[in-house]
């Protein structure tokens, strides 16, 4: 599991628990109802839900928005791949060997139908993606960090051998 | 209140929305259990095209057919239960919706199952137009005239919603303008109430269905245009289209379709749970400026479902990052309902009924639905599960723990008044509804936990490491398919008057029935007998579908019934075979297999009709057929190995075909197109 995949595993496990018991407590409530009518009040607190609600969304806003995978560069140190998908093939081509430890810059077209580009580490992790779509050119920065067989997949549905469109490459130790 | 006639035709409407809708739950179903099934089990695996037109009609199918269909006809019954009667140009055009949906469904189960068009429900632009050989233009065309039909349904239908918010009457409204009379419905009395005058404040119900009513004409609009321009692309009237902005326009549609079900389902949360908490909705004016946001940012977040799109030299990216705080604002509707909806329940004197149980636990699959897509709409997350098995897990949340259960709920509770029979079994309900929920909760749990391992969506074959996971969530496929089988059972008894007639307490919730009978050993009956049919169809219906794929080769099992034929008729006395004891090849089934197998997705053949230019042309190659036999099976270069995808006989087919069409000098079309001719 990636790094993120981790994150969103205890926010989303927290998340579901608090909600659980939340979502269980108003089950239970139901056996000892009230004689007054509270609805006004809570009526008038939707508000303030409402305020806590915007805060928490500003918050994970702010948080996360300033990691979007866009418009990365690899710098001069960079190596270049150009990478083409078909129906249903990748076509990776990389002048020298893959190195760790230095930016790739992958280069990713497609000749026919939407493909995306996702790469596995050796541990079959997912650890980045894009989306290839004809007629337009796909950069995605990614700088690895350990040597090894990296598998490529497609992740976007691309026909009858979608789940045939597999591939390779290697990284060699800096 | 609105009269007995006005009452009369809104019922009928309702019947006929949900009863169609119902038979494409079932149909559209016995799919998914296909799909996953397949995907489990070797033995049971269907041919890869096959399994994705299946996909492409299982999500058409259950979420339009079945989840919108259901919805929107709920709708009409609680507009009328709010004192909005559905008539004159309103009623025409619910009347059409029918019609066009039921037309559209047909088509798509059609040109997908029968056709073979598995460019899956998004078809993504130009995918449909590059079948490799599995289903041609024809397909392609007749199934964008289908959606087409689904689309102008849903058009129609929010004509006739808005026709009948609108109604001056029923609404009280001072004003004849129709702006005022639009903003009342969308809530706005209880903001501006000088500038949008009425007698009564507007029913909550109203409010979600305006939104949904105004919105989904902006959204359905142009990609009624795109599927035009594929249906005439098809007929080789216009040339290609750009894929980019084909993408923007289906998900321009595809966001706000998702809220076809959610808004009106939310109606009828707002209009069902008040009375089952024998209280009013808890809700402040503040739910207005939720639904304000709602209308406005429901056709502007389209692109968070392109966050792994940033070609470069487009504003892709800036669209993908303004698009993720609009989603933000999005959740507050939601937000807002499932505070007013939990505070209405909380410490109410609320009657607990499968009915009331099943919207209960659908407000919790709302939840549930809601917190994983705050996931999917950061982008710094998304890039983690976009197109992954996780999002499967999230839409079944979404389409069947909270919109389903709330279809179930609403059946179950609005059924007796509907038909003015009382519900067959309730304890047959209460098992439906249990057994839905929590097995729906692991079967679709157990895709997030895929998703969060990377496992990739749409994939008909996963990758082996997720195997395990495949076959534990299997038996919970088969019981939450088996506990739907309770649920059609119950309603047919109950639409048969075997649980007597209706009787409702004074909150208007049905009674339980008051038959004497024993109902247990009838219903185990029913239930034995009705599971044993569907089986037995399912059963049939797989029959059916090996019979083909045998027949045609296509299946990715182990040598097929057609080697046996190849092998027989080479005569009497040994098996003649080719080199070492390897299988001849029959050239005709090989056309079949160069076809399913996508060759031509890579290589040109003229006698295929293929153009593909990632391999080497086949045309004049002048290949042995020991080569051909030797690349497809362990592949070479991007060139994948077919051993194990394609049975020996099936590889020694396909290099017959290719040896026998690809001759040194190959005059294009001399050969007739096979693949195009089943």
Sequence with gaps: ?174 | MIDERSLAIARRLTISYVVASTAILAASGLLGVVLRWSQAVPQARVGDNFWYALMTAHGLGAFVGWAGFAVMGLAWWTLAGVGFPVRGFGLAMARITWWLMVLGVIGVIATTVFMGFGASWVFLYPLPFYGSGNWGDWATGLFSFSVLLAGLAIVTWCFGILHTVCNREALGSDSSSIGKRLGLAFGWGFLMPRTFAAKRPVPYPVIPLAVIGFDMIIATLPLAGLLIWQILQSMHVVGPANALLAKNILWWFGHPVVYLLLFPAVAVYYWLIPRYAGRNLVAGHVIAIAWTIAVIANVLVWAHHLYLDYPSGTPQAQINTAMQPITFALVLPSALSLYSLAFTIYRSRFRWTPASAALFFGLVGWLLAGLSGVINATIALDVAVHNTLWIVGHFHHMAMLNIGLLIFGAVYALLPELCGKALYSEKLAWIHVWTTFVVGMIFFGLWLVQGLDGAPRRWSVLPSDYDTLTRISLPFVFLLAAAQALFFWNVMQTLRGKGGVATFDERGIPEPTKSTKDWSVHTAEGALMLVAVLLAMAFAVGGYLVGREHGNAGGGGTTTAQSTTAQVSTGEGDVVTGEEGAVTGDATAGARVFASAGCGGCHALSAAGSTGSVGPSLDGANLSEALIKARVTSGKGAMPPFDGQLSPQQIADVAAYVRESSPVVAPPGSAPTPGSDY
């Design chain 1, 1 to 174: 599991m990636s790094h993120t995949a981790v994150i969103i595993t205890v926010a989303y496990s927290i998340a579901v628990a608090l909600g659980s018991a939340i979502s269980f407590a108003v089950f239970r409530s139901t056996a000892r109802p009230l004689e007054e009518d509270r609805s006004g009040t809570w009526s008038r607190r939707e508000t303030t839900w409402l305020v806590i609600m915007v805060v928490t969304l500003f918050a994970l806003l702010m948080g996360t928005i300033f990691y979007v995978p866009y418009g990365d560069t690899a710098g001069p140190r960079g190596q270049v791949v150009r990478v083409t998908g078909v129906q249903f093939a990748w076509a990776i081509d990389a002048p020298q060997p893959l190195v760790t430890g230095r930016p790739v810059a992958f280069f990713a077209r497609s000749r026919d139908v939407a493909h995306s580009f996702g790469v596995y580490n050796p541990e079959e992790t997912l650890i980045f993606q894009a989306q290839v779509v004809p007629d337009h050119e796909q950069k995605i920065v990614h700088t690895f960090t350990e040597p090894g067989v990296y598998t490529v997949r497609c992740l976007e549905f691309c026909g009858v051998g979608h789940h045939k469109m597999t591939s390779s490459f290697v990284v060699k130790p800096a």
